[in-house]
């Protein structure tokens, strides 16, 4: 069974930063793709950033471009999120998405990430 256990969330003023992380299970090998998502109050969730492979393709949603940074570690099976220069607008539900070559896709229970002063 595939599970992720996300950390890092929290309540910090704009202009700050937060890091986001999710581990997966042990046990878990051929992970293709790993992504941010997140999900503000009303309205649907989006993608934030997402990295692929070895690492060597990341995509990042335009709102979010030169302030977060996504990175791997393929041999911990860890995917982290590094927030900059955070924006209220960036408050929202974080969820960690994992996607498992020949099983499916996996999403963590996310964590509340409140930007406010």
């Known amino acids: 069974q595939v599970q992720l256990v996300e950390s890092g969330g929290g309540l910090v003023q704009p202009g700050g930063s937060l890091r986001l992380s999710c581990a997966v299970s042990r046990g878990i090998f051929s992970i293709s793709t790993m992504a941010w998502h997140r999900q503000a109050p009303g309205k649907q969730r989006e993608l934030v950033a997402s990295i692929t492979g070895g690492g060597v393709t990341t995509y990042y949603a335009d709102s979010v471009k030169g302030r977060f940074t996504i990175s791997r570690d393929t041999a911990k099976n860890t995917v982290a999120l590094q927030m900059n220069s955070l924006k209220p607008e960036d408050t929202a539900v974080y969820y960690c998405?994992?996607?498992?070559?020949?099983?499916?896709?996996?999403w963590g229970q996310g964590t509340q990430v409140t930007v406010s002063s």
């Open positions: 998405l994992v996607v498992v070559s020949g099983k499916g896709s996996y």
